[in-house]
């Protein structure tokens, strides 16, 4: 979008190929880039455009797909052979094995590496301090506290305890502003919290917790402290192992809880958590250092907000089984029409039928079942969804056009149950195959054959 607005010529080009290619949203990334970027870019005449352009791709290892990191990085590196644009990119990420390996494929003559670490600390604390100056002086204003609030000393003191981790100094930044008349207070809060250097991450950890420990509010009686704590360590508990981003009101209909809690356990997190006013829009984490933040117990060392990895993956694999069971069926959208290709229903009718919730329990239940540690046993939940509704939810991910993630899916259920002391196939107590058993063969001979099996559910 951004690229069509800004060359106006370029706009016509991605115009053709999108409707040259209907589907291209669904097209693999390679044919994206060459068609929507590359192409366009290729086409573009002499004068036509500027001198370059920059693409900005900000956090790339939080791309939690390994393959699809090295794609993109090879598919950049096709941008070479433009002749009439330049095309520079600037690329921000944690030095992750997939994204190290991936560079070592392009030539070191054309990509330049510049490892933050390796700044002058002078550096790093100088750009904090404007930062935390600029952002600061405006809460100032808005506040009535002075144009030279919060005073150089201050900065000082809380350049200190950033420690060189731009990330503290944002964090810190959000929670003041979002105190509103208590801005001034938020900030002696940190100042007290922070009043000894240690390590940055000790620091940033600090933080977290203030944020945490600020959001459950001391006129509660312990009772109430209690459930709302345990209510935000489920709720953040999925936020941070979700497999793919969702909104608040999904979330909500996920985890089978009321909007009102949702939005009571994160009202004051907006210092940690980007969390939309349109509550359609995913919830996002600032910085994914939260995250491991709050799996650790040498880190978040409040035991009221530590969050068990493996039991927040049990909570969604439960809760994404419990939704598909309740809405999961035959012809889920109600074509009648066995023959109907699923490219011919839009993505409006798919969304009313299997919303965005739905989509998500359909496609990650095993991931998320696998990551638990669960042993499987017959009768528990799993058997029995397999039993009733393996079929409607092969259906459902062919709708989606994910039939290949369900195949996976099986593959991954079935090293579950090789792996687990107490059941060794699927089966019923009775001398016939179970359905689930049926069902799982006729996938594994599909797959076998390389066929693709016609699903009727």
């Known amino acids: ?49 500027p001198l370059s352009y ?96 919060p005073g150089e000393e201050v900065i000082e003191r809380l350049v200190q305890s950033a420690s060189g981790l731009f990330i503290w100094a944002a964090t810190a930044y959000r929670f003041i502003r979002e105190g509103g008349p208590f801005a001034a207070k938020r900030l002696d809060m940190i100042l007290k919290e922070s009043n000894y250097v240690t390590a940055p991450e000790k620091d940033l950890d600090t933080i977290y917790i203030t944020v945490l420990r600020h959001s459950i509010h001391t006129n509660y009686t312990d009772k109430e402290r209690e459930e709302l704590c345990s209510a935000l360590r489920r709720i953040l508990g999925s936020v941070v192992v979700l497999s ?6 999904a979330l909500t209909k996920l985890l089978n809880i009321t909007k009102q809690e949702v939005d009571q356990a994160l009202d004051d997190l907006h210092a940690i958590l980007d969390i939309p006013e349109d509550q359609t829009r995913p919830l996002r984490l600032h910085h994914p250092s939260f995250r491991d933040f709050l799996h650790s117990k040498e880190r978040c060392t409040n035991s009221n907000f530590w969050v ?25 959208c109600g074509l009648r029409a066995p023959g109907v290709l699923a490219t011919e229903v839009k993505s409006s009718q798919l969304e009313q039928y299997l919303p965005s919730e739905v989509q998500y329990a359909c496609l990650y239940w095993v991931q998320h079942l696998q990551k638990s540690g669960i042993k499987l046993q017959d009768g528990d939940q799993v058997h029995q969804f397999l039993q009733i509704h393996l079929l409607h939810w092969l259906e459902a991910l062919s709708w989606m056009r994910n039939i290949s993630e369900g195949i996976l899916a099986i593959i991954t259920l079935q090293s579950i149950v090789r792996v687990s002391p107490v059941l060794v196939h699927f089966k019923v107590p009775t001398k016939q195959p179970s359905r689930t058993a049926i069902a799982l063969a006729y996938i594994n001979s599909a797959m076998t054959s390389n066929a693709s099996p016609h699903i009727a559910a």
């Not at 800004?6 to 994206?32: E, F, H, K, M, V």
């Not at 944690?94 to 030539?107: G, H, L, N, V």
């Not at 068990?308 to 889920?332: N, P, V």
């Open 54 to 149: 920059i693409l900005v791709i900000d956090a790339l290892d939080e791309c939690e797909d390994e393959n699809h990191i090295q794609t993109i990085l090879q598919l950049l590196a096709e941008a070479r052979g433009l002749k009439t644009c330049r095309l520079r990119i600037f690329l921000t990420s944690r030095p992750e094995i997939p994204i190290r390996y991936s560079f070592y494929q392009i030539p070191d003559a054309e990509h330049q590496n510049l490892v933050l670490h390796n700044i002058s600390p002078a550096t790093v604390d100088h750009d904090v301090a404007i930062f935390l100056e600029y952002k600061l002086g405006l809460i100032g204003k808005e506040r009535a506290l002075g144009s030279r609030w």
């Open 244 to 249: 793919s981003q969702l909104s608040a009101n």
């Open 308 to 332: 068990d990895e493996k039991q927040a993956h049990r909570i969604l694999a439960e809760s994404c089984i419990r939704l598909m069971s309740k809405t999961l069926k035959r012809d889920i």
């Open 1 to 49: 979008m951004q690229l069509a607005n800004n060359a106006p010529p370029l706009r016509d080009y991605i115009c053709a190929a999108i409707t040259g290619r209907s589907d291209i949203a669904s097209q693999s990334l390679r044919d994206q880039w060459r068609q929507l970027i590359l192409g366009p870019l290729s086409n573009l005449g002499d004068t036509s455009c």
